[in-house]
């Protein structure tokens, strides 16, 4: 699906192109629609509100907490279909970029890499409380889509499942962007880091597949790849 940006920017420091509002008219299909069926968490890991996330968390790893918790990550363009909702806005509340209503558009803090990777876990989490905006689950009510997914866009990156290998992390994507300068929209996927990738900011939110109710008819279920 592709749609029609009114107001752009790029952003040299992270060589992107940030849209800042959409066009309301129908976004043109470019590719096939199909069905999934799914449960997403309401809230990003561990799915309650008012806590909050943990970071520094990689691919391999956010796939263990969701498994330890009978679920799994969630496949791309499942998140996409959550954050998007039934009418398919660009953002989860809408078309018009947003730092009322998700945690995003905080002023960027220099990490020291040193200091974040510092195996003294004192110094570690020193610097992650210096680098800290993110904010509780649930904290922004504005931050939530039409299928009443919450915080997708901002606060933190999430780790996903691609349909099919790209970029640096093969089979591993991040969506949503954290709480800085970023795109924090619903398509856009960040496939340029390694499976093993940690950083301040990046954490997960979980899936898990769900039953098809007794009777169904209709066209066939998207399954993933194998």
């Known amino acids: 699906m592709r749609r029609t940006c009114l107001d752009d920017e790029y952003s040299k420091s992270n060589k992107i192109t940030i849209c800042h509002k959409f066009a ?12 999934e069926r799914f449960c997403i ?14 970071v520094m968390v990689d691919f391999y790893d956010a796939m263990a907490l969701c498994a330890e918790k009978g679920k799994r990550l969630c496949w791309e363009s499942e998140w996409t279909a959550a954050c998007e909702g039934p009418d398919k806005t660009p953002f989860p509340y809408g078309y018009d970029r947003s730092p009322a209503a998700c945690n995003i558009e905080n002023p960027w803090i220099k990490p020291s890499l040193t200091k974040l990777y510092d195996t003294n876990t004192a110094v570690a989490n020193a610097e992650l409380t210096r680098l800290d905006q993110g904010v509780a689950s649930g904290a922004k009510e504005g931050c939530v889509s039409g299928f009443g997914a919450r915080d997708q866009t901002g606060n933190v990156d999430e780790w996903v499942m691609l349909e099919r290998k790209r970029g640096e992390g093969g089979w591993a994507g991040l969506k949503g962007g954290a709480w800085g300068h970023v795109r924090n929209a ?28 007794e009777g169904e008819a ?6 993933p790849p194998p």
């Open 218 to 223: 209709g066209a066939a279920i998207w399954k």
């Open 186 to 213: 619903c398509r856009p996927v960040t496939t340029s880091h390694a499976a093993e990738f940690t950083y301040y900011f990046v954490s997960l939110r979980c899936c898990a597949d769900a039953k098809p109710p």
């Open 41 to 54: 968490d309401e809230y990003e890991y561990p799915n309650q509100k008012g806590a909050r996330s943990p």
């Open 24 to 35: 309301k008219a129908p976004a043109r299909c470019i590719g096939e629609e199909r069905r």
